[in-house]
C-alpha cells in the first residue's frame, strides 16, 4: 500500500542536493516557484528549463522517479494546453477543425502552461525524493520558529506533524487488517452502487477511529512517562547545517531571478 | 538486604467515580538492583500500581516513596528520572520516526546537550543490541526489537529502576525471550533495578522475588519457588501455573524424584535426560 504513495517518498543517496540544509530547500523552493510566472518567452522557460535539469543532475535521481511523480497531474497538464489551443485567439491562425480554429499564439501559450506546471511539479518534487520527510519537518520548524513570538505553537504543530508522519503506516497497516477482518466476514468494499461503497466504508472507518483515539492516548501516557513537558527547556537531536553550498544554491538563485528580469520581454 | 529504592506504605487508591478501591492498603518495598516480579490476573490492581509509581496516579492513603522522594506533584519530574517505563503496545510508545530519533526523544525532553545526546543514544542502543537499526524506521522492525528500542530509551536517561509494565505480553515467543534476555543483562551488568509487572508466572520465574496482588491487595509476596507451592491456589487467583512446574508437579507426584520444582523447560528436560546417569 505504501509503495503507491509519491508524496512523501524518498529516495536515499549521497548527492549534492541530498546534502543541503532542508531550510536551504525550502527557501530555494519558495523562491523557485515564484520565479517561474517571470518566464514569459522561450528564451527565459529554456534558462528555466535547463536550471531545472542541472538540479536534477545534480541530485543523482533517475528521471523516471520524476516522470512517476507527473502521472497523477497529467491530466489536468493537458487539459489546461487543449484550453489554451483551442481558446486563446492571438497571433496567426494555423489550422481549422470543423468549428475550432487554432492561433499561434494558443499553441505558444499552452506549451508555455505545461512547460510551468512540469517545472512545478519536477521542483517540488525533487524536495521530497531528495529529504526524509522529518528533515522536511524540521526545516519547517526552523523557519516559523520566528513566529514563537507571536505565540503559534511552532514546537507543537512540528512535533504533531512528526507524530503523524511516524503513524502513517502503523495505520495504513491497520487499515489493512482491517478490512481483511470486516470482508472475512462478508464486507464487500468493491462493488455496488456508489451509495453502497460509501456504506461499506463506515465499518472501516469506526475501528479505525477507535483504535487511533486509543493509540494517540496510550502514546500521550508514554511520552508523559518519557518527561515530554511541551517545548520548553527541550533540546534537539536533529541539528541543521547551513553550509557553504547552501549559500551557493541561494546565490545561484538570486543569479537566476536576475537573468529572468533581464530576458523577459 | 541492601539499600531500598522504593517503599510503598499502606497505600490506596480509587479511581473516580468508581465505588471499589482498585488498591487496598498495599505496603511493601523494593531494593536496589533486585529483580522484582508483580503478578496478578486483570483487574488485580497491578496496572494501577504500574502507574502509580510513575506519577500518572497518585494514592488516596498511604505514600509512595521513590529514590527518595516522596510521589507528589511537585517531585513527579525527578521520580520520572529515575524511574523509567515500558509499556505494553511496542507500536503505541514509539515517539520517533527512526529508532536513533526515539531513543533520544527522552533526553530531548530532559534538555541533555547535543553532544552527549549523541553517546547516550549509541551507548544505550548498544546496550540492548540494535546499534545496526539506528535510522530504521518503526514500521520496518519487529515487536521485540521495538521494545528493545523502548528499553534503550529509557536505559539513556540513566535511571535507577526499570518498570515493565506488561511489555512482553504483546510479544511472540522468540520476541519475549529477546527482551528478557535484554533486561536479565541490564539487571546483571548495570545493577539496574527490574519490577516487571505482568500476568505471565514464567516472566515472574525469573524474578529474585514475587508479589501477587488480588483484588487490589497484596497477597502474598515470596521468592517464585515459594509462590510456586501454592499451585492451586494460584489457579484460583486467575493465574497460569506454568507447563514446567505444572508438569515437575505431575511427575513428582507419581513418584520420580526430581531434584527441585523447575521453572522453566529447558532445566526440568536437562533433569529428565540426566536423571539416571549418577545412579
Known amino acids: 500500500m505504501m509503495e503507491k504513495l509519491i508524496i512523501g517518498r524518498y529516495l536515499p543517496a549521497d548527492s549534492v542536493v541530498h546534502g543541503m540544509d532542508p531550510r536551504a530547500k525550502l527557501l530555494f523552493i519558495f523562491i523557485f516557484v515564484l520565479i517561474i510566472f517571470l518566464a514569459n518567452n522561450p528564451v527565459t522557460y529554456t534558462l528555466l528549463g535547463a536550471f531545472t535539469l542541472f538540479a536534477v543532475f545534480l541530485s543523482k535521481v533517475k528521471l523516471r522517479f520524476l516522470v512517476n511523480g507527473l502521472k497523477p497531474v497529467l491530466i489536468l497538464i493537458l487539459f489546461t494546453f487543449l484550453l489554451h489551443v483551442f481558446f486563446t485567439k492571438e497571433g496567426d491562425m494555423i489550422a481549422r477543425i470543423g468549428f475550432l480554429t487554432i492561433y499561434e499564439g494558443g499553441v505558444i501559450k499552452g506549451v508555455f502552461i505545461s512547460l510551468r506546471f512540469f517545472l512545478l511539479i519536477f521542483v517540488t518534487s525533487l524536495l521530497t525524493l531528495t529529504t526524509p520527510p522529518i528533515s522536511v519537518t524540521d526545516g519547517i520548524e526552523s523557519l516559523f520558529g520566528p513566529l514563537r513570538k507571536i505565540k503559534v505553537p511552532v514546537h507543537e504543530l512540528a512535533l504533531m506533524m512528526s507524530i503523524s508522519l511516524r503513524f502513517i503506516p502503523t495505520l495504513l497497516d491497520e487499515t489493512d487488517k482491517i478490512m481483511k477482518a470486516q470482508m472475512a466476514r462478508g464486507a464487500d468494499f468493491s462493488s455496488g452502487s456508489i451509495p453502497d461503497r460509501v456504506k461499506a466504508v463506515i465499518p472501516l472507518l469506526i475501528p479505525l477511529f477507535v483504535s487511533a483515539f486509543k493509540r494517540a492516548e496510550e502514546l500521550a501516557v508514554a511520552m508523559e512517562a518519557r518527561g515530554y513537558k511541551g517545548s520548553e527547556g527541550r533540546t534537539k537531536y536533529r541539528l541543521l547545517h547551513w553550509s557553504l553550498r547552501d549559500t551557493m544554491a541561494m546565490l545561484l538563485l538570486g543569479a537566476l531571478s536576475a537573468a529572468l528580469f533581464m530576458l523577459r520581454s | ?279
Open chain 2, 1 to 279: 538486604m541492601s539499600e531500598k529504592v522504593i517503599s510503598i506504605k499502606g497505600v490506596s487508591f480509587q479511581y473516580p467515580e468508581q465505588e471499589t478501591f482498585a488498591l487496598r492498603e498495599v505496603s511493601f518495598d523494593v531494593y536496589k538492583g533486585e529483580w522484582l516480579a508483580v503478578v496478578g490476573h486483570n483487574g488485580s490492581g497491578k496496572s494501577t500500581l504500574a502507574k502509580m509509581l510513575n506519577g500518572l496516579h497518585y494514592p488516596s492513603q498511604g505514600t509512595v516513596s521513590i529514590g527518595g522522594y516522596k510521589l507528589t506533584e511537585e517531585h513527579v519530574w525527578s521520580i520520572r528520572g529515575k524511574l523509567g517505563m515500558v509499556f505494553q503496545n511496542p507500536d503505541n510508545q514509539f515517539v520517533g520516526t527512526t529508532v536513533q530519533d526515539d531513543v533520544a526523544f527522552g533526553l530531548e525532553n530532559n534538555g541533555v546537550e547535543h553532544g552527549v545526546m549523541q553517546e547516550r543514544v549509541f551507548a544505550s542502543l548498544e546496550k540492548v543490541g540494535m546499534t545496526a537499526f539506528l535510522n530504521q524506521e518503526p514500521h520496518h522492525l519487529s515487536g521485540g526489537q521495538k521494545q528493545r528500542v523502548a528499553i534503550a530509551g529509557v536505559i539513556a536517561l540513566r535511571p535507577d529502576i526499570i518498570l515493565l509494565d506488561e511489555a512482553t505480553s504483546m510479544l511472540d515467543p522468540l520476541g519475549r525471550e529477546e527482551v528478557m534476555n535484554t533486561v536479565r543483562e541490564l539487571n546483571e551488568k548495570e545493577g539496574l533495578t527490574v519490577i516487571s509487572i505482568t500476568h505471565d508466572l514464567e516472566e515472574a520465574a525469573k524474578a529474585d522475588r514475587v508479589i501477587v496482588l488480588n483484588e487490589g491487595r497484596l497477597y502474598i509476596e515470596g521468592t517464585p519457588a515459594d509462590i510456586f507451592q501454592l499451585d492451586r491456589e494460584l489457579v484460583q487467583l486467575g493465574l497460569g501455573v506454568p507447563f514446567a512446574v505444572q508438569m515437575s508437579q505431575l511427575l513428582a507426584d507419581a513418584g520420580l524424584k526430581l531434584s527441585q520444582r523447575h521453572f522453566n523447560e529447558e532445566e526440568l528436560v536437562n533433569e529428565l535426560w540426566t536423571l539416571n546417569f549418577e545412579k
